[in-house]
């Protein structure tokens, strides 16, 4: 399977791991819990793939930035999380940072 792809499976898996612990209100609910532990598995599991062909620094950076923008998109539009100016250029620094090591950088190929 492709490496890419491993790593994004991996980054929505957090997504929706991360997502689910707020509902899981302290691990007190069932489900959302049991979606918290089954998500960061499979997101552990693929994140541990993909360490395999892609450089440790490159994936990491990769797996946190797109999921920092990721779980800021679920809180806005799930949890009408507020976000102003400062905020909404902090998470296009972090995807323009993502973007230009991918593009730019032979770290990752």
Request: hydrophobic content about 60%; overall charge positive.
């Amino acid at each position: 399977m492709n490496k890419w792809l491993i790593l994004g499976i991996a980054i929505v898996a957090e997504t929706i791991a991360t997502s689910a612990l707020k509902s899981s209100e302290g691990f007190s609910r069932f489900w959302p819990s049991a979606i918290v532990v089954a998500g960061y598995g499979i997101a552990f599991y693929c994140l541990s793939l993909t360490l395999r062909v892609i450089p440790m620094g490159v994936t990491y950076a990769v797996w946190s930035g797109i999921g920092i923008a990721l779980i800021t998109l679920v809180g806005w539009l799930v949890y009408g999380q507020k976000l102003d100016a400062p905020a909404l250029i902090g998470i296009a620094l972090i995807i323009a940072g993502v973007i230009i090591m991918n593009v730019f950088s032979k770290a990752g190929h």
